[in-house]
C-alpha cells in the first residue's frame, strides 16, 4: 500500500480542545524530522525542572487521574534529558487498559505526533539522531539515539542464559556422581595412609612395590570432573544453538514509512513515532494508533483473550466523536502487538515497543523453557527402563560380593586398610555398573540431535519454529502443497490477455505452445493480434487511463527499493501487471497516478471473495473498479467494453460474448497461465442506491455493490515451474510420500502445472474442483481423498477439510500455507510449513516450519532431515543397548566369579567406556546428515516402537558376540594365551573398547543394508570422535599405567584387541543377513508382556478410522507424557543432575495422576524384546479419553 495512499492532503486537520497537562521537559520546540514546523502542542504548558520529566499540575489544578503513574511505574514518567513532551509512561496509559479518555487529554493523534517528533504522513527523518541541542556532540551519533534511549527498542531483553559453571554445576548434582566420588575421597584418603604409612605396616612384598595406593581414588575423582565438564560443554553449546535459532525465530520485516517513503525493516528496528503499514495477514508487532485505515478489522485473542473481530476506525474519527460529545464505546483505534490483521489496509503510529508493549510485557512475565518433544518423551520411558535395571543390577552385584566379602572375613589375612580398599573397592565397583547402566545421554541424545539438524536445516531454508515437527515430518505420508510460489518461481509476468468482447487481443511475449493451441482451437476470425509493444498506439486514451485506473489505484502495492533498486512491492500478482502497465501504458508514478483520483473506499483482495476493488471519485460520478478471478468477475458482468480502440463505450454483454471470453480464459489456463479479469462500474453517487452504509460507518459492503459490472479485460500471467520441483517430486515418490497440489486457479491451469512438476503423470490423474469436494459427504470424501492429487478452485477451508480427512485416515500430513485463511489448515496438519517470503505474519505463527525460499524443494530436504533425527537417535540406542548390555554382565559376572571380589573392568576403565557411550557416541551418531537411502523406504507407522526388530536383532547379535570375546579372554585366556594376569586384564579391556569403537562404525545402519560407510566422508565429526576415542584408548595403554591399572602392550597383543574389536563388523554383516522373519518366528514363544504403556488391541474394522483421527489428534500423546513424567521421577531420584534439569520441563505438562509406567521389575527384559517384535504387528491403538495436556498439546 502507497504510504499517501488513500489520504485527503487539502483536507484541513481540526484541532480539539483538551484537558491542561503539563509535561515538565528540558527541550520546548525545534524542528520536526519530517520537514514540518512543530504543531502547537495540545498539551497546555512545558516547565523546566531539574533536566527530568514529570507530570507537573497547570496552575493548581490536579493532573487527571488518568495521567498518573501506578506504584512502582514512576520510572517510565521520570526521564532524564528527554526531547519529548511524551514519556513511556503516558503512552502505556492508552492502552493499559484501552482509553480514548487518554487519547483525548493527550490530544488525539495530533498530540501524539508533536508530542513524539514525528509526522503521521512522511515518519520519521532518517536523519535523526540526538534530540537535545544541550548534549555535547558526538562524533558519530548513532540513528535515532535519543528516541532508542528514552523508548527503547523493539526486542525483549535477552534471557540470562547459565553459564558453562553453572551447567557444571549442575551436571556435579548427579547424586550418582556424588556418591562416587566420596567413596573415591575415602579410597583416596586410605590409599594415601597406606602410601605414607610406616613401614612396619606393610608386608616385604608390598614394600617392594611403588608406593601408588592412591592413583585409583585420584583417577576416579579425575574422571568424575572430566564427565563433568564434557556434560556441561555439550549442554552449553545445545543451548548457545537454541538461543540462536530462536533469535533468527522471532525476526521478521515490516513496512515503515519514513522520510514519506515505504521501505521494509526487521521488526526489531521499528520505534515509538514510526508511521507502519499494515496489510491482510499481518501480525502486529508493536502497540500503536491507527492513522488511517479501509475495513481493518483484527483478531486481538492472543492479546486480550476475546474471540471476537474488532473492527478498527482512526483516531481522528475517535477525537471527531468525542467533540461532539457522541458515543465511542465502540470505536476501537488502538493495535495492540501480537494482533492479526484479519481484513483491511491502514496505517498507524507506533506508541510502544519492546518490553513497554502490551505482548512484550505479556511475553516478559511468561517466559519458560520449551517442553519435551515426543521423541524426547519416549526415550524417556525407555531410559527410565533401562536405569531400573542397571540399578538393580548394582544393588544385586553389590549384594553378592558384600555377602562373599563377609564370608571370607574371618580367614581374611590382609591388614585392615586392605580390608577397607577391598570394601571400597566393591562399593565404587557397584556405583560404577549403575552409572555405565543409566542412561542420562540416551533422554539428551535428541535433543542434540535436535539441535544439529535445526542448524543445518536454518542453512538449507528450513527455519523450524516447533522442534517436534522436525521429527514428525520424517515419517510424514503425505504433502499438500500450494502451487504459486512453491511449486512455481512466483516470477510473474504478463505474457497475453484479450481485450473488450476478445476481437483484440496481445501477447507476442507467449510461448509457440500458446500460440499453436490458438490455432488449433482457432481464435475468432475478427480477433487483432496487436504486439505489447504497439499497445500504446492501438488502444484508444480513455481506455488506456481505465486500464492505469484499474491496475494502479486498485492495488495495495507499493513503490520501494530492493536490493538498492527500485520496484514495486506487493503480491506478485499486481507488481506484474504494475510492471506491464509501466512498460506498456506509460503509467506515471504510483503517487502521481493515486494523486489524480480521490480514494473513496477499498476493497482488499479475500480468499473467498477471490476479488478485490476500490471506489474513486471522478468529475461528476465515482467508479468502482473490481480485479479477480474471471469466472467470478464475469458473472456479475452485464456489459462489455464495446471496442478498445476507440472512446470508451459499453455494449450488452451476449452470450457469444461470454463464451468467447471464457474460451481465451480456458486456453490460457490450459497453458499454465494464471489468469486474472478487470471490470468496472460507473454510479452517480456513493453509496449508490439501495447499498447505504452500515450505522456504525459509511463503509458499503462490497456484496451490495459487485453487480452490473462492465468487463474491461482478462490478461494471462506466466508463472514458470521452479527449477529441481520434478526432481524434489520425483524423490517424495520414492520415498512413498504422496504430494497433493491445493491451489486456488482454474483446473486447466491446475492440470497443466500439475503435469508439469510430474505430480500428474497422465491423463487420469484425479484432479476435482473445490466446489466439488466441499459437495462430497464425509464418508465420499474420506473413500476420495488417497487418490486425489489436485484441488482446484478451492479455499482455505477446503485445504482444512482436506488435510483432517487425511489425518483421520491415519496420514501423517504436512501442508503449506502462506495466507491469513490458511492459518487452519497449518494448524490441523501435522507439519505445517508457512511462506518466508509470500507468507503472512499469520500464516507462519500457525506454522511449524518456515520455508525462508518458498521452494517446495526445501519440503524435501525437511522430510530428509526428519528421518535423518529419527534415524540418528535410533543408531545412538542401538550402539547404548548394546555397550549396556555388554558392559553390565561382564563386570557383574567377572566380578561375582573372582577370589577376590574383582571385576575384569575396573571402576576408572569402566567411567572411560561411559564416556565413550554416553558422549563421544552421541556426538558422532546423532550428527549424522542425511544420506541418498533415506528416501528409499516407506515412512515409519505413527505407532512404530522405537527399537524395531533389525535394531533388536543387532543389539542382541553384538551383545553375544561381546560377551563371548570378553568372558573368553578372562576366563579361559590364561589356557592358551601366556601371558601374566596384569597383561591379561589389560588385554581384555583393550578389546572391549576397540569392539565398541569399531561397533560405533557398524551402528551407522538400522536396517539390514550393509553399506556402513555411506556419506561417512561428510561426517567430520564422526571421524573426529573416532580419532578421539582411538587416541585417547592408546594413550590410556601407553600412559595410564597405575592410574587406569594396565599395562603396556606389544604387538601381538595389539593385533588381537584390534582384530577381534574389527571383527564387530564382519559380524553385523553376518548378523544382517539373517532375514528378519526367522527372528520373528523364533521369538513368538517368549511372553508378550506389555510394554512402555500401550495397550493393543484388535479394534473392529468400522472403529479403526476413528481411532485414527483420535490418535492423529494427539490424545495418546497425553497419557504417555504422564507416563514419562514418572520414569524421569525416577531417573532424577537415582541421578539428579543434567536428568533433574531435563525433567523440569517436562513437570510443567504433567499434573497429579497415578503413574501408568508398565515398569515394574528389572527382569522385563524379555518382555521388553518380545512386546517390541510383536509391536510390528498392524494393531491399532485403543482410544483413551482427551486429558487436558492432549488439549494442550493438540493446542501447540
Request: with cysteine; aromatic share 6%; net charge neutral.
Amino acid at each position: 500500500m502507497d504510504p499517501t495512499h488513500g489520504v485527503h492532503h487539502d483536507k484541513a486537520r481540526p484541532r480539539f480542545k483538551v484537558q491542561p497537562i503539563t509535561i515538565d521537559t528540558s527541550v520546548a520546540g525545534g524542528s520536526q524530522p519530517g520537514g514540518r514546523p512543530p504543531s502547537k502542542p495540545s498539551v497546555a504548558r512545558t516547565t523546566l525542572t531539574n533536566k527530568k520529566s514529570r507530570v507537573a499540575p497547570a496552575g493548581d489544578e490536579p493532573h487527571p487521574a488518568s495521567i498518573q503513574p501506578n506504584p512502582g511505574e514512576e520510572f517510565l514518567f521520570n526521564i532524564e534529558n528527554n526531547p519529548f513532551t511524551l514519556t513511556p509512561g503516558h503512552l502505556s496509559k492508552l492502552l493499559d487498559p484501552k482509553s480514548t479518555t487518554v487519547l483525548h487529554q493527550l490530544g488525539g493523534i495530533q498530540g501524539l505526533e508533536t508530542g513524539l517528533r514525528t509526522d503521521i504522513r512522511t515518519g520519521l527523518s532518517p536523519d535523526e539522531t540526538t534530540l537535545l541541542p544541550s548534549t555535547p556532540p558526538q562524533q558519530q551519533p548513532h540513528q535515532y539515539a535519543s528516541r532508542r534511549r528514552v523508548f527503547g527498542g523493539n526486542r525483549l531483553p535477552e534471557r540470562q542464559s547459565k553459564s558453562f559453571l553453572r551447567l557444571a554445576w549442575i551436571a556435579l548434582q548427579d547424586r550418582v556422581l556424588i556418591l562416587l566420588s566420596v567413596a573415591a575421597a575415602v579410597s583416596l584418603g586410605l590409599g594415601l595412609y597406606q602410601t605414607f604409612s610406616p613401614s612396619q605396616h606393610k608386608s616385604e612384598e608390598d614394600q617392594g612395590r611403588a608406593r601408588v595406593e592412591w592413583i585409583e581414588g585420584v583417577a576416579i575423582i579425575v574422571a568424575v570432573l572430566v564427565v563433568v565438564v564434557v556434560g556441561a560443554l555439550n549442554d552449553w553449546q545445545k543451548e548457545r544453538q537454541f538461543r540462536r535459532l530462536n533469535r533468527k525465530k522471532e525476526d521478521r520485516c515490516g513496512t515503515v514509512v519514513r522520510a514519506g517513503r515505504a521501505e521494509r525493516v526487521s521488526v526489531h528496528d521499528v520505534l515509538v513515532g514510526d508511521v507502519m503499514v499494515l496489510e491482510q495477514g499481518d501480525v502486529i508487532p508493536v502497540d500503536g494508533v491507527l492513522i488511517e485505515g479501509h475495513n481493518l478489522s483484527c483478531d486481538e485473542a492472543s492479546s486480550t483473550g476475546e474471540s471476537d473481530v474488532v473492527r478498527k476506525v482512526p483516531a481522528e474519527a475517535v477525537s471527531e466523536a468525542l467533540a461532539r460529545c457522541a458515543e465511542t464505546v465502540k470505536m476501537d483505534p488502538f493495535l495492540l502487538s501480537g494482533a492479526r490483521v484479519l481484513e483491511g489496509v491502514g496505517k498507524f503510529l507506533v506508541t510502544a515497543v519492546g518490553p513497554h508493549s502490551s505482548l512484550g510485557r505479556t511475553m516478559m512475565a511468561l517466559r519458560d523453557d520449551p517442553g519435551i518433544t515426543p521423541l524426547q518423551a519416549r526415550l524417556n520411558v525407555l531410559a527410565g527402563y533401562i536405569a531400573k535395571l542397571g540399578s538393580a543390577a548394582g544393588l544385586l552385584l553389590f549384594t553378592v560380593l558384600l555377602i562373599e566379602f563377609l564370608a571370607r572375613l574371618p580367614g581374611n589375612p590382609d591388614s585392615s586398610e586392605q580390608k577397607g580398599q577391598t570394601f571400597l573397592r566393591i562399593l565404587i565397583t557397584s556405583i560404577t555398573i549403575i552409572v555405565v547402566a543409566v542412561p542420562e545421554g540416551l533422554p539428551l541424545a535428541v535433543t542434540l540431535s535436535l539441535a544439529f539438524a535445526t542448524k543445518k536445516m536454518t542453512r538449507e531454508n528450513n527455519l523450524v519454529r516447533h522442534l517436534q515437527s522436525c521429527e514428525t515430518m520424517g515419517n510424514a505420508t503425505v504433502i499438500c502443497s500450494d502451487k504459486t510460489g512453491t511449486l512455481t518461481e512466483n516470477v510473474m509476468t504478463i505474457v497475453g490477455g484479450s481485450l473488450g468482447t476478445g476481437e483484440l487481443t496481445f501477447g507476442d511475449r507467449l510461448s509457440d505452445a500458446v500460440k499453436d493451441a490458438e490455432d488449433e482451437e482457432g481464435s475468432p476470425a475478427s480477433a487483432e493480434q496487436v504486439p505489447t509493444a504497439n499497445l500504446t498506439s492501438v488502444l484508444h486514451a480513455e481506455f488506456q487511463e481505465l486500464a492505469k485506473q484499474s491496475i494502479a489505484i486498485n492495488a495495495t502495492a507499493f513503490e520501494g527499493e530492493e536490493n538498492g533498486k527500485p520496484a514495486f512491492i506487493g503480491t506478485k500478482t499486481e507488481t506484474a501487471l504494475l510492471d506491464w502497465a509501466r512498460r506498456t501504458l506509460d503509467l506515471e508514478p504510483l503517487a502521481s497516478e493515486r494523486a489524480k483520483y480521490p480514494l473513496v473506499q477499498l476493497f482488499p483482495f479475500h480468499s473467498q471473495r477471490k476479488y478485490m476493488g476500490c471506489v474513486i471519485q471522478l468529475p461528476g460520478k465515482y467508479r468502482l473498479l473490481v480485479k479477480g478471478a474471471p469466472e467470478v468477475v464475469l458473472e456479475q458482468c452485464s456489459s462489455v467494453v464495446a471496442d478498445p480502440s476507440a472512446a470508451l463505450t459499453a455494449s450488452e454483454l451476449q452470450q457469444s460474448d461470454r463464451a468467447r471470453i471464457s474460451k481465451a480464459v480456458s486456453r490460457y489456463a490450459s497453458l499454465s497461465l494464471r489468469t486474472l479479469a478487470l471490470a468496472y462500474r460507473d454510479v452517480d453517487s456513493w453509496p449508490p442506491e439501495g447499498a447505504s452504509g452500515s450505522a456504525e460507518s459509511d463503509q458499503v459492503e462490497p456484496a451490495a455493490v459487485f453487480r452490473d459490472m462492465t468487463w474491461v479485460a482478462v490478461v494471462g500471467i506466466q508463472d514458470p515451474v521452479r527449477d529441481g520441483v520434478p526432481d524434489a517430486v520425483r524423490d517424495c515418490r520414492r520415498a512413498q510420500v504422496a504430494v497433493k497440489m491445493v491451489t486456488g486457479d482454474k483446473v486447466e491451469t491446475a492440470r497443466a502445472i500439475a503435469r508439469e512438476c510430474g505430480i500428474v503423470t497422465d491423463e487420469h490423474g484425479h484432479v476435482m474442483e473445490g466446489v466439488e469436494f466441499r459437495g462430497l459427504s464425509e464418508e465420499q470424501r474420506r473413500a476420495r481423498v488417497r487418490g486425489l492429487h489436485v484441488l482446484a478452485r478451492s479455499s482455505p477451508e477446503d485445504k482444512r477439510v482436506l488435510v483432517e480427512s487425511l489425518r483421520a485416515l491415519g496420514e501423517v500430513v504436512a501442508v503449506t500455507g502462506d495466507g491469513t485463511n490458511d492459518a487452519p489448515a497449518l494448524k490441523a496438519a501435522d507439519v505445517g510449513f508457512s511462506m518466508g517470503i509470500m507468507g503472512t505474519e499469520v500464516a507462519k505463527e500457525a506454522s511449524d516450519i518456515i520455508l525462508m525460499d518458498d521452494n517446495f524443494s526445501s519440503i524435501v530436504k525437511a522430510l530428509a532431515w526428519g528421518r535423518a533425527i529419527n534415524d540418528a537417535v535410533k543408531k545412538f540406542l542401538q550402539f547404548q543397548i548394546t555397550v549396556n548390555i555388554t558392559a553390565v554382565f561382564l563386570t557383574f559376572i567377572s566380578a561375582v566369579a573372582s577370589n577376590d571380589e574383582r571385576s575384569v573392568l575396573n571402576a576408572i576403565q569402566l567411567l572411560w567406556v561411559n564416556l565413550i557411550m554416553d558422549t563421544f557416541a552421541a556426538l558422532a551418531l546423532a550428527t549424522d546428515p542425511p544420506n541418498g537411502s533415506l528416501l528409499d523406504r516407506a515412512p515409519e507407522p505413527r505407532l512404530a516402537p522405537l527399537i524395531t526388530l533389525t535394531m533388536w536383532k543387532m543389539i542382541v547379535g553384538q551383545s553375544l558376540y561381546q560377551l563371548a570375546v570378553g568372558m573368553t579372554l578372562h576366563f579361559v585366556g590364561p589356557s592358551f594365551l601366556p601371558y601374566p594376569e596384569p597383561e591379561l586384564r589389560t588385554l581384555v579391556f583393550n578389546t572391549f573398547v576397540f569392539m565398541q569403537i569399531f561397533k560405533l562404525v557398524n551402528s551407522r545402519r538400522i536396517d539390514n543394508k550393509l553399506n556402513i560407510f555411506e556419506g561417512l566422508h561428510r561426517n567430520r565429526l564422526f571421524m573426529l570422535m573416532m580419532a578421539l576415542m582411538s587416541a585417547g584408548q592408546l594413550l590410556i595403554i601407553f600412559l595410564g599405567g597405575d592410574a587406569f591399572v594396565v599395562v603396556r602392550l606389544n604387538g601381538a597383543q595389539w593385533a588381537i584387541s584390534l582384530v577381534l574389536g574389527f571383527m564387530s563388523i564382519p559380524v553385523g554383516i553376518l548378523i544382517r543377513l539373517v532375514p528378519d522373519n526367522w527372528v520373528r518366528v523364533c521369538v513368538r514363544w517368549l511372553p508378550r508382556l506389555p510394554t512402555w504403556g500401550r495397550t493393543r488391541a484388535r479394534v473392529p474394522d468400522e472403529e479403526a478410522s476413528d481411532v485414527g483421527a483420535e490418535a492423529a489428534a494427539g490424545r495418546d500423546l497425553g497419557s504417555a507424557l504422564f507416563t514419562v513424567r514418572d520414569d524421569l521421577a525416577f531417573l532424577k531420584r537415582v541421578r539428579g543432575g543434567r536428568i533433574a534439569a531435563l525433567s523440569g520441563s517436562e513437570r510443567r505438562v504433567g499434573q497429579s495422576r497415578r503413574s501408568k509406567s508398565p515398569i515394574r521389575s528389572a527382569v522385563g527384559m524379555p518382555g521388553l524384546l518380545a512386546a517390541s517384535i510383536a509391536a510390528t504387528s498392524p494393531v491399532v491403538r485403543l482410544p483413551s479419553p482427551p486429558s487436558p495436556l492432549s488439549r494442550v498439546q493438540s493446542g501447540n
